[in-house]
Nanobody, 118 residues
Framework: QVRLVESGGGLVQPGGSLTLSCAASGSIFSIYAMGWYRQAPGKQRELVADITHSGTTNYADSVKGRFTISRDSKTVYLQMNSLKPEDTAVYYC??????????????WGQGTQVTVSS
């Protein structure tokens, strides 16, 4: 069984900063990648940023230069600076991992709300 614990969401004013964290635990043999996605009301879930086991990062164009993803063992962080109202969404952590029997699976967190408003 795999567990993802997300934290760090909340209400912030435009131009402010927040840091999200997501800690993975459970039956994980190895991690291929971890990432953050977001879904705003009435919109599809979209990739915000992800980071592979080798440290390769990938960002949505809309957050480049403002957000930074990092990983420490089984915890992934998303440092969000210069937040804009359009960053308001539920942010979901995604784990892409291998089981001890060789299967590659993914697992989603339950989401954390980020609201950017004055």
């Amino acid at each position: 069984q795999v567990r993802l614990v997300e934290s760090g969401g909340g209400l912030v004013q435009p131009g402010g900063s927040l840091t999200l964290s997501c800690a993975a635990s459970g039956s994980i043999f190895s991690i291929y990648a971890m990432g953050w996605y977001r879904q705003a009301p009435g919109k599809q879930r979209e990739l915000v940023a992800d980071i592979t086991h080798s440290g390769t990062t990938n960002y949505a164009d809309s957050v480049k230069g403002r957000f930074t993803i990092s990983r420490d063992s089984k915890t992934v962080y998303l440092q969000m600076n210069s937040l804009k109202p359009e960053d308001t969404a539920v942010y979901y952590c995604k784990l892409d991992y291998y089981t001890d029997y060789g299967a590659r699976l993914d697992y989603w967190g339950q989401g954390t709300q980020v609201t950017v408003s004055s």
